[in-house]
Antibody
Framework: EVQLVESGGGLVQPGGSLRLSCAASGFTLGSHWMTWVRQVPGKGLEWVANIRKDGTTIYYVDSVKGRFTISRDNARNSVYLQMNSLRAEDTAVYYC??????????????????WGQGTMVTVSS | IQMTQSPSSLSASVGDRVTITCRASQGIRNDLSWYQQKPGKAPKLLIYATSILQGGVPSRFSGSGSGTDFTLTVSSLQPEDFATYYCLQDYLYPRTFGQGTRVEIK
């Protein structure tokens, strides 16, 4: 079964750090870009970061640049999100998602076809 | 790129035809996807590249548009379709979602 399972969420004080993990199974992780998306409870979705199949290219949303680091270990079938200098506004459910990357012969398209169940991060004193 | 969905919410009955609009603040070619989310669950991919239906998604869902204006249409709303829908542009980084459209039972 193709599956993603996030872990590592919890309660942390402002300024603290957490490392989220996303364990992949049922498919070859190294064949896919991977993405983190977050959602403040009761609010909308926010794209956070993604990482190329081999880890050589990474993008972030501006609000986390310099504080969050996405990484991956294809041999361990895992993707990570290291979150430092956490703020109250980082409180959210964090989802990892697989990008199936559709190519129509001219352009590539993001296709977030598999999602984890999410892990809750609460930043509060 | 800012993505603006309309309406923010709507009430509809089973069997209704429902259309949700997503407008981009600049042209995004056809680099747009749609996701459905139910309470307490992860989003689910419905459509990508504006109009390509993800495998296993019922054919009552369809997408159209190009440039800045896009639509998601549900031809005949079913009980399991009551959820929140999000558009997502993947033309430029950072990727951005619309604010969501909540579809409720009338």
């Amino acid at each position: 079964e193709v599956q993603l399972v996030e872990s590592g969420g919890g309660l942390v004080q402002p300024g603290g750090s957490l490392r989220l993990s996303c364990a992949a199974s049922g498919f070859t992780l190294g064949s896919h870009w991977m993405t983190w998306v977050r959602q403040v409870p009761g609010k909308g979705l926010e794209w956070v970061a993604n990482i190329r199949k081999d880890g050589t290219t990474i993008y972030y949303v501006d609000s986390v640049k310099g504080r969050f680091t996405i990484s991956r270990d294809n041999a361990r079938n895992s993707v990570y999100l290291q979150m430092n200098s956490l703020r109250a506004e980082d409180t959210a459910v964090y989802y990892c998602a697989r990008d199936a990357n559709y190519y129509d012969g001219s352009f590539y398209y993001d296709v977030f076809d598999v999602w984890g169940q999410g892990t809750m991060v609460t930043v509060s004193s | 790129i800012q993505m603006t969905q309309s309406p923010s919410s709507l009430s509809a009955s089973v069997g209704d035809r429902v259309t949700i609009t997503c407008r981009a603040s600049q042209g995004i070619r056809n680099d747009l996807s749609w996701y459905q989310q139910k309470p307490g669950k992860a989003p689910k991919l419905l459509i990508y590249a504006t109009s390509i239906l993800q495998g296993g998604v019922p054919s009552r869902f369809s997408g159209s548009g190009s440039g800045t204006d896009f639509t998601l249409t549900v031809s005949s709303l079913q009980p399991e379709d009551f959820a929140t829908y999000y558009c997502l542009q993947d033309y430029l980084y950072p990727r951005t979602f619309g604010q969501g459209t909540r579809v409720e039972i009338k």
